[in-house]
């Protein structure tokens, strides 16, 4: 079926690990997104891409990087995991830069111990 | 400072019966408004929306109600089935602005008693 594609579904990392989330969607949007929920928080944006080759920063970019590789895929890194970054990750993307009609993945529970 | 307030947690209603879940924003600005309901372990899927030159939206079983003056939208869910328990996120969108991304609230679980 369409739609996002995130790996891992979970990891566990120690403080002070780096790695990265994949994410990838096969219905061709421009805009893609990174979300963390935390329990009491809602969603919260980490960073988006408006279009291939631009990214900017959400509301709680520290601590993260992000790369838009091509159209399709959208990558989240952790260069130095901390227990803050404890979370569930949700990648998005949406058809239009006005980000109607998100299509999210199932996301990524990642503990940092 | 929290752009959209879902200010109940959780909801508990009888099957059958009418669900009405809340949201209110601070930001004038937001001028498209969204649901999107979540099951545990699965990703949010989106629901329904409406753009503030309008005041009601309606979908099958699903009706949103927005009030620009009071800075309010309701999620109106008719009849309550079991399968409608689940987390309901509302999300707000500033079309005009510089930044990109949904503003959503800390969601409200519905709970659909039998």
């Known amino acids: 079926n369409a739609g996002v594609t995130q790996t891992p579904k979970f990891q566990v990392l120690k403080t002070g690990q780096s790695m990265t989330l994949q994410c990838a969607q096969d219905?061709?949007?421009?805009?893609m997104y990174w979300y963390r929920q935390d329990p009491g928080m809602g969603l919260r944006l980490i960073y988006y891409?408006?279009?291939?080759?631009?990214?900017d920063k959400g509301e709680v970019p520290n601590g993260y990087n992000v790369s838009r590789l091509n159209k399709r895929e959208f990558s989240l890194r952790l260069e130095s995991a901390a227990p803050s970054q404890t979370s569930v990750y949700f990648c998005?993307?949406?058809?239009?830069?006005?980000?109607?009609?998100?299509?999210f993945g199932s996301g990524t529970r990642l503990t940092v111990v | 400072d929290q752009q959209v307030k879902q200010n109940s947690p959780s909801l508990s209603v009888q099957e059958g019966r009418i669900s009405i879940l809340n949201c209110d924003y601070t930001?004038?600005?937001?001028?498209?408004f969204l649901w999107y309901k979540k099951y545990p372990a699965e990703g949010p899927t989106f629901l329904i929306s409406?753009?503030?030159?309008?005041d009601k939206n309606e979908d099958g079983r699903f009706t949103v109600f927005l009030n620009k003056s009071a800075k309010h939208l309701s999620l109106h869910i008719v009849p309550s089935q079991p399968g409608d328990s689940a987390v309901y996120f509302c999300?707000?969108?500033?079309?005009?602005?510089?930044?990109?991304?949904?503003?959503f609230g800390k969601g409200t679980h519905l709970i659909i008693q039998p």
């Open positions: 998005a993307s949406s058809p239009a830069r006005q980000g109607r009609g998100y299509t």
């Open positions: 219905m061709n949007h421009n805009s």
């Open positions: 891409s408006a279009s291939e080759g631009t990214t």
């Open positions: 930001n004038s600005m937001f001028d498209y």
């Open positions: 409406i753009s503030s030159i309008k």
């Open positions: 999300a707000a969108l500033d079309s005009g602005g510089g930044a990109d991304g949904l503003t």
